[in-house]
């Protein structure tokens, strides 16, 4: 079981909506942050924006920023490489696949004008040009939305995240190997103005030696811009209609929490 300081707040499935695909990649949010918020930061990009272009739907005028050291000209360039031979060697034969192999050209038609990505790593402390911090890229933004996926070094920005939350109306953040980090997070939740308001295990990975998710997605909102209900969720997770398997081939992670 998960401590209980993990559990959501009470939401309504009315306030909730899934953005993205349905699967790895999509994430729940509140609906209300679309009339709030018109600037979304990602970080940690790799070669999926679904995300970011169904948010975008649902908010025609917003502007995203994205950063990501490694989607660079060595990453397509390997990318390309690996896409032709497996389309040469037959692996690719669903239409989905098959259109991967020009994933680069969508790369480019959809990061331009006031969508941008920037080749840029996330860290806590900035060391030259090619480094932003989470200050950084807040800027003088207020109402962003905030998407962190940066595999394991969210824990070395969260007090940076915490220290900031006046800007962030809503945090989408996926944090690894939690069995290891509780604490960490505990310190960030605590006396927070984020508030979690969904959770969902990502399969990919796996359970620890208690039967936990090792890896969870948090959505959090910010409890001074939006108005929540201080009750605990009741709700069983993964939520159907909300949640979907990170990897289909695999059983999705039911969660329970300590009382």
Known sequence: MLPKFLKPYQISNSNLVRIGPKTDGGYVVDKRIFKKSKMLITCGLNDDWEFERDYLKKNHETQIIAYDHTVNKKFWVNRFKKDIISLLLFKKLKIGKILDV????????FFRDNIKHHEKKIVYKKRNNKEMTIPETLNRNNDVVLKVDIEGDEYKVL???????????????????????LGRIRNFIKKSDLKIIHIHANNYGGIDKNKNPKVIELSMINSKKFKINKILSKKRYPVISLDYKNFKRRDDIKIEFNE
């Open 102 to 109: 020009f994933k680069y050209l969508d790369y480019m038609f």
């Open 159 to 181: 007090n940076d995240i915490k220290k900031n939350s006046k800007k962030i109306s809503f945090l989408i953040i996926e944090l690894h190997d939690i069995h290891k980090n």
